[in-house]
């Protein structure tokens, strides 16, 4: 009985003695770049420009002097954030896309799928 606890010591002593192992760490979601490419259609824009690009928004949201316009399709969900410059009309100055379940889609890919879309709904 001696003879197995001192084995069971040693076991677990030379155990503390081996190299850790390394894990690769857990691969995340990939950072994602904006670039304008493909969007010059729709930056600067106002309100009227996008509806006359994509048809009646699908939601209009406003806070205080600026705007959000969202434009669905099956391919992908876009937000046109406008806001103004000094006392001009609000523009656009940023988008956001997404696919319908959230996964993240290239701006511009979304742009040319909402303007093949024919217009709104």
Do not use: H, N
Not at 21 to 37: I, L, W
Request: include cysteine; hydrophobic fraction near 40%.
């Amino acid at each position: 009985m001696k003879a197995l606890v001192a084995a069971g010591l040693l076991g677990m002593t030379l155990a503390g003695c081996a190299a850790p192992t390394t894990s690769r760490p857990a691969a995340g979601r990939a950072q994602t770049t904006y670039s304008s490419v493909g969007l010059e259609r729709v930056l600067g824009q106002d309100a009227a420009g996008l509806v006359r690009l994509f048809g009646q928004p699908d939601a209009d949201v406003r806070e205080q002097a600026a705007r959000k316009l969202q434009f669905q399709g099956p391919i992908c969900v876009l937000d046109a954030y406008l806001y103004p410059k000094g006392s001009s009309e609000p523009v656009v100055t940023y988008l956001d896309a997404r696919e319908p379940d959230g996964s993240t889609i290239d701006r511009a890919s979304c742009v040319a799928a909402l303007v093949r879309r024919g217009g709104g709904k």
